[in-house]
């Protein structure tokens, strides 16, 4: 994500529910009658319990181990790793799978010790499998073959000065730059997100050297809502999941970002919106997202005209210009 989300910010959270109901499976099933009665099942429950628990536990305490490290040894780890790391959160890549063994664990509960429940254990199955779903997308969006964009015309000429409005650690601008192996990026971040270590700025610069663009793109720290840059400054912009982010200031920064593009320019904007992958991720948080339609209405009010509009990487795109 970029550096403009603020919901990871409620991480600490979700860890805090997850220890409670992890020390409650452990704890508090296993005197279940039903459950007693099955040693494989009492077993199962107690390693699930741990699982969530101390799943929850290190979700907690990763972030300030990752800044006590990187105060003792700040070159250690990226010494250690190599290619490229876009700052994925441990919870936001591992929450999902430790949630549906939970889910799935509640199932086979109900169902033992409370047959005729069979409603509600068929209703934490299903939660179980959306849960998995949810978790293999997340998982498949931290493979290089997706830091891609989708096939649209976006540029208009070689030599274009490219916006990545919203870059976080550099998904989107290791994917234009491969798009095209000559035009000039602009990365921009408030790089204040408090998952990634320095807000991700460390981690993009490092990217950035990884590929070998670093001559090709200039790091700008700045908001969406208060762009850094004169009026028609780029021939286009691209932003992918930041503005969705900006909550009730989305329509401020599409204002902003048409004012900043030249007339004729084109804009690549790429959101969430509700759907069965965003499902899949979020369950009916899902059903709060801006719709389609309504980031129709939106890109319109801000002096921009539609000219393709699709999906990508379970994400909604529009090419507006």
Same mark, same amino acid.
């Given at each position: 994500? !970029?550096?403009? @989300?603020?919901?990871?910010?409620?991480?600490?959270?979700?860890?805090?529910?997850?220890?409670?109901?992890?020390?409650?499976?452990?704890?508090?099933?296993?005197?279940?009658?039903?459950?007693?009665?099955?040693?494989?099942?009492?077993?199962a429950?107690?390693?699930?319990?741990?699982?969530?628990?101390?799943?929850?536990?290190? !979700?907690?305490?990763?972030?300030?181990?990752?800044?006590?490290?990187?105060r003792?040894?700040?070159?250690?780890?990226?010494?250690?790793?190599?290619?490229?790391?876009?700052?994925?959160?441990?919870g936001?890549?591992?929450?999902?799978?430790?949630?549906?063994?939970?889910?799935?664990?509640?199932?086979?509960?109900?169902?033992?010790?409370?047959?005729?429940?069979? +409603?509600?254990?068929?209703?934490?199955?299903?939660?179980?499998?959306?849960?998995?779903a949810? !978790?293999?997308?997340?998982?498949?969006?931290?493979?290089?073959?997706?830091?891609?964009? +989708?096939?649209?015309?976006?540029?208009?000429?070689?030599? @274009?000065?490219?916006?990545?409005?919203?870059?976080?650690?550099?998904?989107?601008?290791?994917?234009?730059?491969?798009?095209?192996?000559?035009?000039?990026?602009?990365?921009?971040?408030?790089?204040?997100?408090a998952?990634?270590?320095?807000?991700?700025?460390?981690?993009?610069?490092? !990217?950035?050297?990884?590929?070998?663009?670093?001559?090709?793109?200039?790091?700008?720290?700045?908001?969406?809502?208060?762009?850094?840059? +004169?009026?028609?400054?780029?021939?286009?912009?691209?932003?992918?999941?930041?503005?969705?982010?900006?909550?009730?200031?989305?329509?401020?920064?599409?204002?902003?970002?048409?004012?900043?593009?030249?007339?004729?320019?084109?804009?690549?904007?790429?959101?969430?919106? +509700?759907?069965?992958?965003?499902?899949?991720?979020a369950?009916?948080?899902s059903?709060?997202?801006?719709?389609?339609?309504?980031?129709?209405?939106?890109?319109?009010?801000?002096?921009?005209?539609?000219?393709?509009?699709?999906?990508?990487?379970?994400?909604?795109?529009?090419?507006?210009?």
């Open positions: 994500m !970029n550096g403009q @989300d603020s919901s990871h910010r409620h991480g600490w959270l979700v860890g805090v529910i997850g220890m409670v109901a992890g020390l409650a499976i452990l704890f508090h099933m296993p005197s279940i009658k039903g459950v007693a009665g099955v040693a494989a099942l009492v077993v429950v107690h390693v699930v319990g741990a699982l969530v628990f101390f799943g929850s536990l290190r !979700n907690l305490v990763a972030r300030p181990l990752d800044r006590l490290c990187a003792l040894k700040p070159e250690g780890r990226a010494a250690e790793r190599s290619g490229l790391d876009f700052g994925w959160a441990r936001w890549m591992n929450g999902l799978w430790i949630a549906a063994l939970a889910a799935g664990l509640m199932a086979v509960v109900v169902q033992m010790t409370a047959p005729g429940w069979w +409603p509600v254990s068929f209703l934490f199955l299903l939660v179980a499998v959306n849960l998995l949810g !978790n293999a997308l997340v998982r498949s969006i931290k493979r290089l073959d997706h830091v891609v964009l +989708p096939m649209v015309s976006l540029l208009a000429d070689r030599q @274009d000065t490219v916006l990545d409005a919203g870059c976080g650690a550099g998904r989107t601008t290791v994917a234009l730059a491969k798009a095209n192996q000559h035009v000039r990026i602009v990365a921009l971040d408030r790089f204040d997100a998952y990634i270590k320095d807000g991700g700025r460390a981690l993009l610069v490092r !990217n950035l050297q990884t590929v070998g663009i670093s001559g090709r793109v200039r790091v700008e720290k700045g908001d969406i809502t208060e762009l850094p840059f +004169p009026d028609g400054a780029f021939d286009c912009i691209v932003s992918a999941h930041a503005v969705d982010h900006l909550g009730s200031s989305k329509e401020r920064g599409l204002l902003e970002l048409r004012r900043v593009l030249k007339s004729g320019g084109r804009f690549l904007l790429i959101v969430w919106v +509700p759907g069965w992958a965003m499902f899949a991720l369950n009916v948080l059903f709060f997202l801006t719709s389609k339609e309504s980031w129709r209405r939106m890109v319109r009010r801000s002096g921009f005209s539609i000219v393709d509009e699709g999906a990508h990487n379970g994400a909604w795109f529009m090419l507006l210009e």
